[in-house]
């Protein structure tokens, strides 16, 4: 049930209502009167769905094989500029191979050259070394016409074609700055060829931070002269975003057949809507989130509280900074067994330098007050007496005895559970004692010593005993006599 982070390849799959945009964008392609060069720029975030986008944009323009040539382009393929340029330039010929001979004828050989001239200037300008015979071809070639008469060759061949060739350049933030800037040059470079449009998916304002370190702040002044027209990826709505998740859980929870009780499905509907949903800017947070919890609810199965996990897990994917803090400052954040009050190692610390410890925490996680409000709601959730922590003038009344019955996180005795994902030696399985209890104590009697012995043989009988006395409702009290004796 791992899911990939795949971009959707149909419009079967689009979950997000991103099919009217993507048509827009096809049918102005297809449409368009002009044959100037013309570039497209789709902007948005990281696993906001570009690729998504540009894929069902694809299948609409495929459907228009008399009008379009689609050509996608992967610049990270190419490990310096000359090479980008030139196999970007060999692409193209290999593109109209398949077109009548008289374009073909036309377009090849000066083609060929164009490319070796820009891309042996390019080399040269990188000082790759072994490049004296592309410099002396180069050179030979400029010396029989310019770049600028070659460029108008190739227009007068292209303008004779009779289909648009679409050029895609997605996750080209995922490059270097100065392989950015390498793209954006192939492109001005062929940004006037007749009957070609580029459409380039990128995170415009991380690309502009990136290329404004090489033109002194104007980076997105850069943006400006290269894309002419600049589309904003629409946002993924978030109650389908937040249906997607709902489902996903209610599948995980399906398959590990984790039946929740009325209560239990309230506190998670409430969790997702209150703590989850308003975080959700993305669509690949949530096949993150979901791949997380396909792999940690099957481990701690039956061992500790559902709800607790799906909340803890969610803090690791989405607030990192603040799930490795619960963890490695651990004392903060449960009761002692034997005790409401709370169990510090800290102790002598005053509780106002607790609060202001934790509050610091969070203010330096998040970016908003309204961020910091929610996962301050999201960790008393979890951990109830930070209610109290955070609020002095309030009482949380927490029952220490009652987490622990709920094997819920702020209990001392399950909290290193959600972090190691196993029962650590020393500590009761659930599921092996529930498994004991039934085995044990049929008829409110033992009627297997070997099997007790072998079951309490790995444990600490103060454990043990304490477990008993929790589950006294359940038992018969004089049955827990040979553990107390």
């Not at 092996?432 to 079951?455: A, P, Q, W």
Request: aromatic share 10%; glycine share 4%; with cysteine.
């Amino acid at each position: 049930m791992i899911k990939s982070d795949a971009p959707i390849s149909n419009l079967k799959e689009d979950e997000f209502q991103r099919d009217s945009f993507a048509k827009q964008i096809s049918d102005l392609i297809i449409n368009r009167e002009s044959n100037d060069s013309f570039v497209i720029g789709i902007y948005g975030k990281w696993g906001e769905g570009k690729s998504s986008t540009i894929n069902l944009i694809k299948n609409k323009l495929e459907q228009e094989k008399d009008k379009t040539i689609i050509l996608p382009f992967n610049p990270w393929m190419f490990s310096n500029e000359g090479d980008l340029l030139t196999v970007f330039f060999k692409t193209i010929i290999n593109l109209f191979k398949n077109t009548p001979i008289s374009i073909k004828n036309k377009l090849g050989k000066k083609l060929d050259q164009y490319s070796d001239i820009i891309g042996g200037a390019a080399l040269t300008l990188f000082s790759i070394p072994g490049i004296s015979n592309i410099t002396s071809k180069v050179g030979k070639y400029l010396s029989q016409k310019s770049l600028d008469e070659r460029k108008i060759e190739i227009n007068e061949a292209l303008s004779t074609f009779d289909k648009k060739v679409v050029v895609i350049l997605d996750d080209i933030d995922r490059l270097s700055p100065n392989e950015i800037i390498a793209v954006f040059k192939l492109i001005k470079l062929t940004g006037d060829f007749k009957n070609f449009i580029y459409i380039v998916a990128f995170d415009n304002i991380l690309v502009g931070k990136l290329i404004s370190k090489h033109f002194e702040g104007e980076g997105d002044g850069y943006l400006e002269k290269i894309i002419q027209l600049p589309l904003k990826l629409p946002k993924a709505p978030k109650h389908l975003i937040l249906k997607q998740l709902t489902n996903s859980i209610d599948e995980i929870l399906k398959t590990n057949k984790v039946v929740l009780s009325n209560d239990e499905r309230y506190r998670l509907d409430s969790a997702l809507t209150m703590f989850i949903a308003p975080c959700i800017d993305t669509p690949r947070i949530v096949i993150r989130y979901i791949n997380s919890l396909n792999f940690t609810i099957p481990l701690l199965l039956n061992e500790v509280n559902v709800i607790d996990l799906i909340l803890i897990e969610w803090i690791k994917v989405y607030y990192p900074e603040w799930y490795t803090f619960i963890r490695d400052e651990s004392n903060y954040f449960f009761y002692n067994k034997k005790s409401k009050d709370l169990f510090l190692s800290k102790i002598k610390i005053k509780e106002e330098n607790i609060k202001s410890e934790i509050e610091n925490k969070i203010s330096n996680i998040c970016e908003s007050s309204e961020s910091m409000e929610i996962l301050k709601r999201i960790s008393i959730e979890l951990f109830p007496h930070l209610k109290q922590t955070l609020d002095t003038s309030l009482n949380s009344n927490i029952d220490a005895q009652q987490l622990i019955k709920e094997q819920r996180i702020s209990s001392h005795d399950y909290f290193e559970r959600y972090f190691t994902y196993t029962v650590i030696k020393g500590q009761i399985s659930d599921v092996k004692y529930n498994s004991f209890l039934n085995e044990m104590f049929k008829d409110y009697g033992i009627s297997d010593k070997k099997k007790l012995t072998e079951f309490i043989d790995n444990l600490e009988i103060e454990n043990l005993t304490f477990k008993l006395q929790i589950s006294f409702k359940d038992i018969n009290l004089e049955s827990i006599k040979p553990f107390v004796l």
